[in-house]
């Protein structure tokens, strides 16, 4: 299902659209960029006197035409082809920016509706359980053995817990709107995910595989580098500036009933000002030059920073996964379960009962978190992402005021998991297979 929501986005996104209209019109640039200036035709007359036709008569009178070509030096037009390709490969980068974005924004859409469907299977999972420690409790006070203070606690619970599920919802509602979005459809279309929990954890790769990787793919990084040999190409047109390029005129004079004549003309330019003109721009070239290669430094070197900071991450979030796939899950479940025997026969209070649920829940909702901000960590490094590392780092919280475990919830909070930097499938164990 997620290959077709990429396809869908990849066809309808606009500004992929707008992308590459930049990009042919990028292209077309570069025959006008090699062209030589126009040839240039002239008619004219010279004539002897203000009050009579003298061509034909007088020697010195013509009727002139005449055609001029300015041919530029050889090179030129070359090097400014090559400058005006710069520009397409530039607007290609950026075209795959806009595409590499848009499969990220896809991706982390789809992990996002998981997400928030998943969070409504936990409510209705902790109202089913609240539901049934009604029941306990009610049971407990007919028979005299509890208070009714429990069954009013326990329903109280009932209710905020239904005003968490119209936050979530809504919240799904939002998630699914803005894929629809995406993929230019009906904002309100139905999309189905596969389930979160049969969504495995994705596996970092290597330092200096990723470092390695991230520079070949780089739309930004390749960007900088295509700028560097713009701004090379740039200095060599500046430095054949100095050479003239050669205006070749040819035309002839017709003078009535004598013979006509002809003429030939060549210029050349006189480099006079070239200590304000050529000179500054080769000096103008060379800062460019510099600037840009600068830029590629700054570029791989952040590139390389945001690698590491979403390796470190990535590796934190696995050992915490790890943690609650090993026994933290299996002993809250147990516990929740424990707790609910021994409130049915007095050992323990009600609250006891609400404090190891709602710690159970929160706890494999804490482990759904830690699940989307490990893909979002590998969609941010498949787009080669600059944008800020950055996880959701908790869950939805615990819907039991003063429970332990699970913190209080001091009112719903949104479903929504951490927003990174999009990404788009790329060789990582991070591919979009794994949804």
Do not use: C
């Not at 006197?49 to 030129?76: C, R, Y």
């Amino acid at each position: 299902m997620l290959s077709v929501l990429v396809d869908d986005a990849i066809e309808a996104r606009p500004e992929l659209a707008q992308a590459r209209a930049e990009l042919r019109a990028a292209k077309e640039r570069v025959p006008q960029a090699q062209s030589w200036p126009d040839p240039m035709i002239q008619v004219g007359v010279q004539n002897d006197s203000f009050d009579k036709w003298q061509v034909g008569k007088m020697e010195t009178s013509w009727l002139l035409f005449m055609a001029s070509q300015t041919i530029p030096f050889p090179g030129k037009p070359g090097l400014r082809g090559d400058i005006a390709n710069v520009e397409v490969t530039t607007r290609r980068l950026a075209l795959e920016r806009v595409r590499l974005t848009t499969i990220a924004d896809v991706r982390r859409g789809y992990v996002a509706l998981q997400l928030a469907r998943a969070r409504l299977e936990l409510i209705s999972k902790l109202s089913s359980l609240l539901t049934l420690a009604v029941e306990v409790a009610q049971t407990r006070y007919e028979s005299g053995e509890g208070p009714q203070s429990d069954i009013l606690r326990a329903r109280l619970e009932l209710g905020r817990l239904e005003q968490q599920r119209v936050v979530l919802q809504a919240d799904e509602q939002l998630q699914l709107e803005a894929l629809n979005r995406l993929r230019g459809h009906p904002l309100d279309e139905k999309v189905t995910t596969r389930p979160l929990a049969q969504l495995t954890f994705p596996l970092p790769s290597d330092e200096g595989e990723a470092a390695r990787r991230i520079l070949e793919v780089s739309p930004e990084y390749l960007a900088a580098r295509a700028g560097v040999n713009g701004a090379q190409r740039v200095r060599e047109l500046s430095q054949r500036q100095y050479l003239p390029d050669l205006s070749v005129g040819a035309g002839v004079m017709v003078r009535g009933s004598l013979e006509p004549m002809w003429t030939v003309t060549l210029g050349l330019p006189i480099p006079v000002f070239a200590g304000t003109k050529q000179s500054r721009a080769v000096a103008e070239a060379d800062a460019t030059i510099d600037a840009t290669s600068r830029n590629v430094e700054t570029v791989e070197q952040l590139l390389r920073l945001r690698t590491t900071q979403r390796l470190s991450y990535w590796r934190a979030l696995g050992k915490v996964w790890q943690s609650y796939q090993g026994r933290l899950l299996a002993d809250a479940e147990a516990t929740a379960t424990a707790t609910l025997t021994q409130y049915r026969i007095g050992k323990v209070p009600f609250a006891s009962v609400l404090e190891a649920t709602s710690a159970t829940i929160a706890l494999v909702d804490a482990s759904y978190a830690v699940l989307v901000d490990a893909w979002k960590l590998a969609i941010a490094q498949d787009e080669s992402s600059l944008s800020e590392v950055s996880v959701s780092g908790g869950a939805m919280g615990s819907a039991v005021p003063g429970a332990g475990g699970g913190g209080g919830m001091s009112g719903p909070r949104s479903a929504t998991p951490s927003n990174m930097s999009s990404g788009a499938p790329g060789n990582s164990a991070s591919g979009s297979t794994g949804m």
